[in-house]
Structure formats: C-alpha cells, structure tokens
C-alpha cells in the first residue's frame, strides 16, 4: 500500500506561481509512472500531467507549456510547477500512482491506482 500525500496548495493571484508536491511512502511503486489530475467545483477529475519513472512527461493540452512535471526518484516525490496561472485552474489537485508498469500516457482515471487526499489550489482574477 502507498501513501500519497500532497502539499503546496493555496490561493494565488492570476499570473503567480504555485509548485505542488506529492510524496509517496509505504510501497511507493517507485518505477510507476505517477501523475496529478484536478476536480473543480460541479466538474469531473480530469488529467494535468504525469512523469513515467525514465522521466518521459504528458500534459494535457490546457496547461501545456505552463506546467511542468517532474520527479525525485531518490526521494519518492512527485511536483507539479504550476506558472501563469489562471482562475480555471481552480480545483483540488490529486496525485496518483500509475496502475501498471506500464504507462503509455494515458489520461483515465481508471490507468491510476492509489490517491492522495488532494491540495486546493485556488487562483483569483
């Protein structure tokens, strides 16, 4: 079993910076891929990003080139740099362990496994 705990949430101006860490204990799956997904209010989960071990990263289109995965093996940790950011990336930001060895760049919730409590993350206009 893997614990994922997420932190560096808050409430940030538009245009500001936020980065987000996920550290994994217990069985961290170190060689799974692991990505963050995000829940605004009245809306589904949906995928932000995800970094396979190798360090191969997938975004998806909506904060292509504003954010940026990345991973410490060593330390089990996973962060999303979030820059100019907007008021429609308000939402509870997730991180997740990939379900299989194998990850291909999926954006299914149901490809990830085990879930942290999430890390609200608010953006004022």
């Known amino acids: 079993q893997v614990q994922l705990v997420e932190s560096g949430g808050g409430l940030v101006q538009a245009g500001d910076s936020l980065r987000l860490s996920c550290a994994a204990s217990?069985?961290?799956?170190?060689?799974?891929?692991k990505g963050w997904f995000r829940q605004a209010p009245g809306k589904e989960r949906e995928f932000v990003a995800a970094?396979?071990?190798?360090?191969?990263?997938y975004y998806a289109q909506s904060v292509k080139g504003r954010f940026t995965i990345s991973r410490d093996n060593a330390k089990n940790t996973v962060y999303l740099q979030m820059n100019s950011l907007k008021p429609e990336d308000t939402a509870v930001y997730y991180c997740?362990?990939?379900?299989?060895?194998?990850?291909?760049?999926?954006?299914?919730?149901?490809?990830?496994?085990?879930w942290g409590q999430g890390t609200q993350v608010t953006v004022s206009s």
């Open positions: 997740a362990v990939a379900s299989s060895p194998i990850y291909r760049g999926s954006y299914y919730e149901r490809d990830f496994g085990s």
């Open positions: 217990g069985r961290t799956f170190s060689t799974y891929a």
């Open positions: 970094v396979t071990w190798a360090g191969s990263t």
